[in-house]
């Protein structure tokens, strides 16, 4: 089992304001998936990381794979209400099984 | 395009009772998995279906669980006898390749 640690666990914000979520393992990974999942629904990817180093920008969330293929991260600009949910990333060490992380809870308050 | 269905989405049950859940996949994706997923806690993957035959089931808590995926399209997961501990969600997604596309989930309460 391929351990995916998020942090942190639970995150409440007002509307507006920028944060960051960690997604830390010890395990090289081949591909790493965020995705967001809304309460009574399955998770929804976001994007897809496969290069070390590798950034990408989805409107105001950024998504980062560290260069060692270990670590990302997912920063939003001013969030927005709209944003609340859970907040996982999932890691492939190769293929297409994916382990996923802890998970990430946020909420943004208007 | 018509996404991942699965019913039933509530199911209670008590525990040592028996219970099914059904997954159909969109249509051509080749891979499917069943994850449980813990209330706030992370999807942990059951097993994994390639077309009709098992990828990995090294999580599957093999003396109370099973799976199958019929001429592979439609797939059932088992519990038999049911804990109070396998009350979560139970996930099906299917995947054309590396993205994987989710249902709605089966919320199951052992009581």
């Known amino acids: 089992t391929q351990l995916l640690e998020q942090s942190p666990q639970f995150l409440s914000i007002q509307e507006g304001e920028n944060l960051t979520v960690y997604c830390n393992s010890s395990?090289?990974?081949?591909?790493l998936q965020w995705y967001r999942q809304e309460p009574g629904e399955g998770p929804v990817l976001l994007v897809t990381?496969?290069?070390?180093?590798e950034v990408k920008k989805l409107k105001r969330l950024t998504f980062q794979f560290g260069d060692a293929r270990k670590d990302s991260s997912l920063h939003i600009t001013a969030a927005q209400p709209g944003d609340t949910g859970l907040y996982l990333c999932?890691?492939?060490?190769?293929?297409?099984?994916?382990?996923f992380g802890t998970g990430t809870s946020l909420t943004v308050i208007p | 395009e018509a996404g991942v269905a699965q019913s039933p989405r509530y199911k209670i049950i008590e525990k040592r009772q028996s219970v099914a859940f059904w997954c159909n996949p969109i249509?051509?994706?080749?891979?499917l998995y069943w994850y449980q997923q813990i209330l706030g806690q992370g999807p942990k993957l059951l097993i994994q279906?390639?077309?009709?035959?098992?990828?990995?089931d090294s999580q599957l808590p093999k003396d109370r669980f099973s799976a199958e995926r019929l001429k592979g399209v439609d797939s059932t997961l088992k519990i038999q006898p049911a804990k109070l501990e396998d009350s979560a969600v139970y996930l099906c997604?299917?995947?054309?390749?590396?993205?994987?596309?989710f249902g709605p989930g089966t919320r199951l309460t052992v009581l």
């Open positions: 997604a299917s995947s054309p390749a590396y993205e994987q596309f």
């Open positions: 395990s090289v990974f081949s591909s």
């Open positions: 990381v496969v290069t070390g180093g």
């Open positions: 999932a890691g492939a060490p190769g293929g297409n099984q994916f382990y």
């Open positions: 249509s051509g994706h080749a891979t």
């Open positions: 279906f390639q077309n009709n035959g098992v990828v990995d």
